[in-house]
């Protein structure tokens, strides 16, 4: 394992960014900056945006909210946390977030190891210069994620029918 020796250094507004849905994930540590050991992701959480339920076989994540509220479900519990509190959900867990709010959240997800940060650039729609607002969620790009989710040993679990 191989760890840059001369340190890591991302200042704001700067990392490697993907739409994933309506939110904005921007990496500020990947597996080739730690030696695989982590990634650490600051993601934007849209209103009513976020994760549908589903586990992860091979990373643990943990979750810092640093700004407004998010929604979070751990097996069968449904916690809101605020800015400042700290989640951790290990591998093989069910979990998904939502902000249920009308204004967006932020928080840092460390995800060990790393890994999870090719799932989301193959599957995410690349920032490539300016941010401006998220593309359109479409039919193709759920198919994409359910179809590409297994290769990365996430399982998406969807949600109940309504009634």
């Not at 730690?34 to 979750?63: D, K, M, W």
Request: hydrophobic share 35%; charged share 20%.
């Amino acid at each position: 394992m191989t760890i840059n020796q001369n340190g890591l250094f991302v200042e704001p507004n700067q990392g490697h960014c993907y739409w994933f849905g309506q939110d904005l994930y921007t990496f500020k540590a990947v597996g080739e900056d730690t030696g695989e050991a982590y990634a650490l992701c600051e993601i934007v959480v849209a209103p009513q945006g976020g994760t549908p339920g589903h586990r992860h076989s091979r990373e643990n994540e943990s979750f810092y909210v640093q700004d407004g509220e998010i929604e979070f479900q751990l097996d069968d519990r449904t916690l809101v946390a605020t800015a400042g509190t700290f989640l951790h959900s290990p591998k093989g867990q069910l979990h998904r977030f939502t902000n249920t709010t009308s204004v967006p959240a932020k928080l840092l997800v460390w995800v060990t190891p790393a890994g999870f940060e090719k799932f989301i650039a193959e599957v995410g729609k690349a920032v490539n210069g300016q941010i401006t607002s998220a593309p359109p969620f479409s039919s193709e790009g759920l198919d994409k994620i359910l179809t590409t989710s297994p290769k990365y040993g996430i399982e998406i679990i969807p949600p109940p029918p309504e009634q």
